[in-house]
């Protein structure tokens, strides 16, 4: 009985007792010191216990499963437990260790003998050597032509020289205009004022070359230049979906349905806003593309469905150095 | 006890005298000194958070087909990696909080790092002796934003998807070498072979931030082998005597309790603020895109530029020598960057200031550096609101077009007047200075006259 209420009595004195620490008078602190400032250390006690009571809600809001909104749980009980422990520390660093400012030399700037030494060191350790030249020389050579050596597996990561696959494309004469779930396109299901999404039967649709965007024009609105004013069917025509700047797929439709119907109906990348014509051959109206869209030559068969009649009058994708030196190469 | 662990421990490594010199390393006090410090106690959390995804982060890209429980996924063909990142937000116990404070720490980190040199730069701290400091700095901002940029892509989200096609598009647009580089890259055309999300997953996770590591040591280092500039409070600060709290008992508690706000704020945000809900935007297809897509908050300037060239390719007779996303996208971080890098040289030719400085400016204290600096924000802001300008658009209804136009004038002409008018204020602050000093001095001076006759 004797032993328990001992037990208690220390706990209690533990819980709110304070104690100065022992102070050496025999020697000088390095760290002076400070009045107590018990409200302070009192406020640090109940703060450390907030973090842990934070620490154990993240457990048990973990712990029990199919709570609404458990991430936003989670994250308040982890973040205060954070800030609950922050605030002890910052109290501890303003409020109760001993704000000392005190001054100190920088260090010094240089040691000119020191440098001297070193530099002496290095020019006498040579003292052997005839022909410094040609053993530098020598050096340069094999560290050249080493570090070439080290460097050339990298070559493997991919085809540096080979630029014939930017000139590929998925398309040539004859192909089917699918939709994205392999249903061919008939020329009857393209109507105006909307776009519409096709692919090379067959082929992979995630390459850039496959994607093009299907519009139905007006036929009287039309401007193409000669070399491709036979590239549409019945007033529909095919672009490529991928944006001649940087590569983003094209995926608005600017079509006015009702007056004022300007400005004209255009094809606008998302990315960075390049808006190009599909009347007239898909040439740059504004934005940064400094390159027309390449268009797809179409034919209507004869039971109704659109294929290609060739491949892009350009190459697909965004521009690089070859990109207007030749035409693209048909699948 | 604590006698007893320090005499283990330095009989065993000989360590006491630095130990004692570490403790007493002094810090000089001012809030701006710990913008930096938010970076590397963000880039832990980073590192801490991330280690977590990557148990979970799959790098594949074969297609599967998406069965788990987010039902408007459910059927849908997807890759692999988006896959497992859907699976770690929305399966994974505490995923989604750790996915998202580990985004809001890219974020901050990046912030903090942009924001503390903005303060070395305007105070002159990169001058001599700490220009190494400065370069290596720097270089951490340049891999920090590729690490953030590798970082969103490898989700294979739709957003994703769109950032590694623009990027593709730069590469592609450097002039010689552009397919060249990209094949390299990617394996050839965008979308690539497989292994380029192995490539982009372990630069993420390993190669970047164990570099980042090196850098920030060699960073930390310097700053310590010619301890902590300071600002001239009183007069006992000079180019000789630094003035400041030890690391022990002063700072350490600071320090520690920052470290703790940070993981604290980024844990509340992580939880409370939602960042890129990946499975609202879908897998990516090359054919697919978004309108409204906003990259984060860092890579804002570079889309700005990307926007504001106006549609040309350099071509020379059918030889397109440089593609148009290279202005944007390549020359103009490329121009800002060198600057940065160049500044401290540049000021040393002009000025023939060769001495050492641990005394800190204050911008109006050297007019010439701040109206520089203050031109070279305004561009840079200018070009990142233009980035925006399409959200204004929706917003507020004011032409895309239209704005377009104007800002292709205000990024030339706005910080030509930002650094006239900040040359101006440096010059009249200057000026006022000693007038508020005679004020103050006759302010103080009759208050004790008043107080003498008071006694009297």
Same mark, same amino acid.
């Given at each position: 009985?004797?032993?328990?209420?001992? !037990?208690?009595?220390? &706990? /209690? $004195?533990?819980?709110? #007792?304070? =104690?100065?620490?022992?102070?050496?008078?025999?020697? *000088?602190?390095?760290?002076?010191?400070?009045?107590?400032?018990?409200?302070?250390?009192?406020?640090?006690?109940?703060?450390?216990?907030?973090?842990?009571?934070?620490?154990?809600?993240?457990?048990?809001?973990?712990?029990?499963?199919?709570?609404?909104?458990?991430?936003?749980?989670?994250?308040?009980?982890?973040?205060?437990?954070? !800030?609950?422990?922050? &605030? /002890? $520390?910052?109290?501890? #660093?303003? =409020?109760?260790?001993?704000?000392?400012?005190?001054? *100190?030399?920088?260090?010094?700037?240089?040691?000119?003998?020191?440098?001297?030494?070193?530099?002496?060191?290095?020019?006498?350790?040579?003292?052997?050597?005839?022909?410094?030249?040609?053993?530098?020389?020598?050096?340069?050579?094999?560290?050249?032509?080493?570090?070439?050596?080290?460097?050339?597996?990298?070559?493997?990561?991919?085809?540096?020289?080979?630029?014939?696959?930017?000139?590929?494309?998925?398309?040539?004469?004859?192909?089917?205009?699918?939709? *994205?779930?392999?249903?061919?396109?008939?020329?009857?299901?393209?109507?105006?004022?909307?776009?519409?999404?096709?692919?090379?039967?067959?082929?992979?649709?995630?390459?850039?070359?496959?994607?093009?965007?299907?519009?139905?024009?007006?036929?009287?609105?039309?401007?193409?230049?000669?070399?491709?004013?036979?590239?549409?069917?019945?007033?529909?025509?095919?672009?490529?979906?991928?944006?001649?700047?940087?590569?983003?797929?094209?995926?608005?439709?600017?079509?006015?349905?009702?007056?004022?119907?300007?400005?004209?109906?255009?094809?606008?990348?998302?990315?960075?806003?390049?808006?190009?014509?599909?009347?007239?051959?898909?040439?740059?109206?504004?934005?940064?593309?400094?390159?027309?869209?390449?268009?797809?030559?179409?034919?209507?068969?004869?039971?109704?469905?659109?294929?290609?009649?060739?491949?892009?009058?350009?190459?697909?994708?965004?521009?690089?150095?070859?990109?207007?030196?030749?035409?693209?190469?048909?699948? | 006890?604590?006698?007893?662990?320090?005499?283990?421990?330095?009989?065993?490594?000989?360590?006491?005298?630095?130990?004692?010199?570490?403790?007493?390393?002094?810090?000089?006090?001012?809030?701006?000194?710990?913008?930096?410090?938010?970076?590397?106690?963000?880039?832990?959390?980073?590192?801490?958070?991330?280690?977590?995804?990557?148990?979970?982060?799959?790098?594949?890209?074969?297609?599967?087909?998406?069965?788990?429980?987010?039902?408007?996924?459910?059927?849908?063909?997807?890759?692999?990696?988006?896959?497992?990142?859907?699976?770690?937000?929305?399966?994974?116990?505490?995923?989604?909080?750790?996915?998202?404070?580990?985004?809001?720490?890219?974020?901050?980190?990046?912030?903090?790092?942009?924001?503390?040199?903005?303060?070395?730069?305007?105070?002159?701290?990169?001058?001599?002796?700490?220009?190494?400091?400065?370069?290596?700095?720097?270089?951490?901002?340049?891999?920090?934003?590729?690490?953030?940029?590798?970082?969103?892509?490898?989700?294979?989200?739709?957003?994703?998807?769109?950032?590694?096609?623009?990027?593709?598009?730069?590469?592609?647009?450097?002039?010689?070498?552009?397919?060249?580089?990209?094949?390299?890259?990617?394996?050839?055309?965008?979308?690539?072979?497989?292994?380029?999300?192995?490539?982009?997953?372990?630069?993420?996770?390993?190669?970047?931030?164990?570099?980042?590591?090196?850098?920030?040591?060699?960073?930390?280092?310097?700053?310590?082998?010619?301890?902590?500039?300071?600002?001239?409070?009183?007069?006992?600060?000079?180019?000789?005597?630094?003035?400041?709290?030890?690391?022990?008992?002063?700072?350490?508690?600071?320090?520690?309790?920052?470290?703790?706000?940070?993981?604290?704020?980024?844990?509340?945000?992580?939880?409370?603020?939602?960042?890129?809900?990946?499975?609202?935007?879908?897998?990516?297809?090359?054919?697919?895109?978004?309108?409204?897509?906003?990259?984060?908050?860092?890579?804002?300037?570079?889309?700005?530029?990307?926007?504001?060239?106006?549609?040309?390719?350099?071509?020379?007779?059918?030889?397109?020598?440089?593609?148009?996303?290279?202005?944007?996208?390549?020359?103009?971080?490329?121009?800002?960057?060198?600057?940065?890098?160049?500044?401290?040289?540049?000021?040393?030719?002009?000025?023939?200031?060769?001495?050492?400085?641990?005394?800190?400016?204050?911008?109006?204290?050297?007019?010439?550096?701040?109206?520089?600096?203050?031109?070279?924000?305004?561009?840079?802001?200018?070009?990142?609101?233009?980035?925006?300008?399409?959200?204004?658009?929706?917003?507020?209804?004011?032409?895309?077009?239209?704005?377009?136009?104007?800002?292709?004038?205000?990024?030339?002409?706005?910080?030509?007047?930002?650094?006239?008018?900040?040359?101006?204020?440096?010059?009249?602050?200057?000026?006022?200075?000693?007038?508020?000093?005679?004020?103050?001095?006759?302010?103080?001076?009759?208050?004790?006259?008043?107080?003498?006759?008071?006694?009297?």
């Amino acid at each position: 009985m004797a032993r328990v209420k001992d !037990l208690l009595v220390s &706990a /209690a $004195l533990l819980a709110a #007792g304070r =104690r100065r620490p022992k102070l050496h008078a025999d020697r *000088e602190p390095i760290v002076p010191p400070g009045e107590e400032r018990p409200g302070s250390e009192l406020a640090v006690i109940v703060l450390l216990f907030a973090t842990a009571l934070f620490a154990a809600a993240f457990i048990a809001v973990y712990a029990l499963d199919r709570l609404p909104n458990q991430t936003q749980l989670l994250g308040a009980s982890l973040g205060l437990a954070f !800030l609950c422990l922050a &605030a /002890a $520390l910052i109290l501890i #660093g303003k =409020r109760l260790v001993v704000t000392e400012e005190i001054e *100190e030399d920088y260090p010094v700037v240089e040691h000119e003998s020191e440098q001297e030494a070193i530099a002496q060191v290095v020019a006498d350790s040579g003292s052997r050597f005839t022909r410094r030249r040609l053993v530098k020389a020598s050096f340069g050579v094999a560290g050249g032509v080493l570090g070439a050596a080290l460097i050339t597996p990298a070559a493997s990561l991919g085809p540096f020289l080979d630029v014939e696959p930017f000139y590929a494309t998925t398309w040539k004469r004859g192909r089917r205009l699918v939709d *994205e779930k392999g249903k061919p396109w008939r020329a009857d299901d393209i109507e105006q004022s909307t776009f519409y999404t096709a692919f090379p039967e067959g082929a992979d649709k995630e390459a850039l070359p496959s994607s093009v965007v299907l519009v139905r024009l007006p036929p009287h609105d039309f401007k193409l230049p000669k070399a491709i004013a036979n590239y549409p069917a019945q007033g529909i025509v095919a672009y490529s979906k991928i944006c001649t700047h940087a590569g983003c797929a094209i995926s608005l439709y600017r079509a006015p349905l009702f007056q004022p119907d300007e400005p004209r109906p255009a094809l606008v990348c998302p990315c960075h806003y390049s808006t190009f014509d599909p009347a007239t051959g898909g040439t740059v109206l504004f934005g940064p593309a400094g390159r027309k869209l390449p268009m797809l030559p179409l034919y209507v068969d004869r039971k109704g469905y659109l294929r290609a009649a060739g491949t892009y009058d350009e190459p697909v994708g965004p521009s690089w150095w070859g990109v207007r030196m030749r035409k693209p190469k048909p699948a | 006890m604590i006698r007893k662990l320090v005499r283990f421990l330095d009989q065993r490594t000989g360590t006491a005298p630095l130990v004692r010199k570490t403790l007493r390393y002094l810090f000089p006090d001012h809030w701006s000194f710990l913008l930096g410090e938010v970076a590397l106690y963000a880039f832990i959390v980073l590192v801490a958070t991330g280690t977590y995804l990557a148990l979970f982060y799959q790098d594949g890209t074969a297609t599967v087909t998406y069965h788990g429980p987010y039902l408007p996924l459910r059927g849908q063909e997807m890759t692999e990696a988006y896959r497992s990142v859907v699976n770690i937000s929305t399966t994974v116990k505490a995923g989604l909080l750790i996915r998202q404070t580990h985004h809001w720490a890219a974020d901050v980190f990046v912030a903090s790092i942009v924001l503390h040199l903005l303060r070395i730069f305007f105070t002159g701290a990169y001058r001599k002796p700490r220009e190494l400091t400065y370069w290596i700095g720097l270089t951490i901002l340049i891999v920090a934003l590729l690490e953030g940029y590798l970082g969103y892509s490898m989700v294979d989200d739709l957003l994703s998807g769109m950032g590694l096609a623009i990027g593709y598009g730069v590469a592609l647009s450097i002039p010689f070498f552009g397919s060249n580089i990209a094949a390299w890259i990617w394996g050839g055309p965008f979308p690539g072979q497989h292994e380029f999300f192995a490539r982009m997953y372990i630069v993420h996770v390993f190669l970047i931030p164990a570099l980042i590591a090196v850098l920030l040591a060699a960073h930390l280092g310097l700053v310590a082998m010619r301890h902590h500039t300071q600002f001239k409070a009183s007069r006992r600060e000079t180019e000789r005597k630094l003035v400041g709290v030890p690391m022990f008992p002063g700072q350490a508690p600071r320090s520690l309790g920052l470290f703790f706000a940070v993981a604290g704020v980024l844990f509340l945000l992580g939880g409370l603020v939602q960042i890129n809900p990946i499975w609202l935007w879908g897998p990516f297809h090359t054919y697919s895109s978004t309108n409204g897509a906003q990259p984060d908050w860092y890579l804002g300037w570079l889309i700005g530029a990307l926007r504001l060239v106006p549609s040309f390719d350099l071509v020379i007779d059918g030889y397109t020598l440089v593609p148009n996303p290279f202005w944007g996208g390549v020359a103009f971080p490329g121009v800002v960057f060198t600057f940065l890098f160049l500044w401290p040289l540049m000021e040393r030719k002009v000025t023939g200031d060769t001495a050492f400085h641990n005394v800190l400016q204050r911008p109006r204290e050297a007019p010439w550096r701040t109206a520089i600096g203050v031109a070279m924000v305004t561009w840079v802001t200018l070009v990142f609101i233009a980035g925006g300008a399409d959200r204004i658009d929706v917003l507020f209804d004011i032409s895309y077009t239209a704005q377009i136009w104007a800002y292709r004038v205000l990024i030339w002409v706005g910080p030509v007047i930002a650094g006239v008018v900040a040359y101006r204020a440096c010059i009249e602050l200057q000026r006022g200075e000693p007038v508020e000093h005679d004020r103050e001095r006759a302010e103080h001076e009759a208050k004790a006259a008043a107080t003498v006759q008071d006694v009297a």
